[in-house]
T-cell receptor, first 113, second 113 residues
Framework: DTGVSQDPRHKITKRGQNVTFRCDPI?????LYWYRQTLGQGPEFLTY????????KSRLLSDRFSAERPKGSFSTLEIQRTEQGDSAMYLC???????????FGPGTRLTVL | KNQVEQSPQSLIILEGKNCTLQ??????????LRWYKQDTGRGPVSLTI?????NTKSNGRYTATLDADTKQSSLHITASQLSDSASYIC????????????FGTGTRLKVLA
């Protein structure tokens, strides 16, 4: 158990629909990251938060994507007007400890039909 | 450009055999290097972390080495087990004022009985 839960674990949606994913680090941590991972690739950085502040966004994060961390604890990632190219695993990670280790959630598998 | 390259892309070995996975990076300034294991459909789980001054780090049957001069790391798996079948991802931290992690594309390992 990495102490990070994600919901839902799987999401199937039709092209053009909006979807929202949630990430809950069990205990509060300063930094929370979102990644996207496609088959056979490593995770690609999307964005990260330090407390409730979104400090960096990848150019992969188009204007259809928005992430929030309203109280510095849980975070949501919303994708509007989904496209088939959005189909991927979306991973959330928190950092912890002096070693700055990232602990990943189980991911949300998105399939856009 | 900061990059992490891993080889081989995939590997098949028999149960009980040893194997070594490679990671080359061009990340500067270097902070630390991690190896993660990712089972299919799950989030990555940290195996080892090494800073600039560390040459080797073990975690059970997993031993990671780091040569900061040549910017190379390896992950050696001893006496492989079926449960070692997974993707192994090398991640290098680029601390240049922001906490950034550069991921390799991973090596997919298959252990056969």
């Amino acid at each position: 158990d990495t102490g990070v839960s994600q919901d839902p674990r799987h999401k199937i949606t039709k092209r053009g629909q909006n979807v929202t994913f949630r990430c809950d680090p069990i205990s509060e941590h300063n930094r929370l990251y979102w990644y996207r991972q496609t088959l056979g690739q490593g995770p690609e950085f999307l964005t990260y938060f330090q407390n409730e502040a979104q400090l960096e966004k990848s150019r992969l994060l188009s204007d259809r994507f928005s992430a929030e961390r309203p109280k510095g604890s849980f975070s949501t990632l919303e994708i509007q007007r989904t496209e088939q190219g959005d189909s991927a695993m979306y991973l959330c990670a928190k950092t912890s400890g002096e070693t700055d280790t990232q602990y990943f959630g189980p991911g949300t598998r998105l399939t856009v039909l | 450009k900061n990059q992490v390259e891993q080889s081989p892309q995939s590997l098949i070995i028999l149960e009980g055999k040893n194997c070594t996975l490679q990671c080359n990076y061009t990340v500067s300034p270097f902070s630390n290097l991690r190896w993660y294991k990712q089972d299919t459909g799950r989030g990555p789980v940290s195996l080892t972390i090494m800073t600039f001054s560390e040459n080797t780090k073990s975690n059970g049957r997993y031993t990671a080495t780091l040569d900061a001069d040549t910017k190379q790391s390896s992950l050696h798996i001893t006496a492989s087990q079926l449960s070692d079948s997974a993707s192994y991802i090398c991640v290098v931290s680029d601390y240049s004022g922001t906490y950034k992690y550069i991921f390799g594309t991973g090596t997919r390992l298959k252990v056969l009985a």
